[in-house]
């Protein structure tokens, strides 16, 4: 199992929507790297919820639960073939702390972690290392 970050402004699409959608897909990346990521996602991975721009912090855990497919929310010009994939995501929890970039930040155990090395990319991959620094700074338990 991989683990990843997706990011999304709470204003546009935030995490209590996630939780109250139950499954949701994953639309309207249209970043070539962030995409990318989505396409390597597989079923069963594990993803921190991450709220941008406000609040900027890591609030829930979200699985995939559909692989990539084309992402419904993209106008295809007729004729082309789709760009863009979305996957669709299942809430599994709150973190019972969400964890803030001004933390994680000041925290040496995250050192080159993507979201502060890449901080505009929306959805990215999260080490084994960094996951189990940032479950345990969230009060998390899998």
């Not at 789709?82 to 809430?91: H, L, T």
């Not at 969400?98 to 991959?125: C, D, F, W, Y």
Request: aromatic share 8%; charged share 25%; glycine share 8%.
């Amino acid at each position: 199992m991989r683990h990843w970050l997706v990011k999304s402004e709470p204003d546009a699409f935030s995490w209590q929507e996630q939780v109250a959608n139950g499954v949701e897909p994953w639309t309207g990346v249209r970043n070539a790297q962030a995409a990318n990521h989505l396409k390597a996602m597989r079923r069963g991975d594990l993803a921190f919820f991450y709220h941008s721009n406000i609040g900027k912090e890591i609030v829930g855990v979200v699985e995939v639960a559909r692989e990539a497919y084309p992402d419904p929310t993209e106008t295809v010009p007729e004729g082309k073939a789709p760009r863009w994939v979305c996957v669709d995501m299942r809430a599994v929890g709150a973190l019972p702390r969400p964890v803030g970039l001004a933390t994680i930040k000041a925290t040496p155990a995250l050192e080159g972690i993507a979201l502060v090395r890449q901080s505009r990319l929306s959805v990215m991959p999260v080490s084994a290392e960094h996951w189990a620094v940032l479950c345990r700074m969230g009060d998390w338990r899998s």
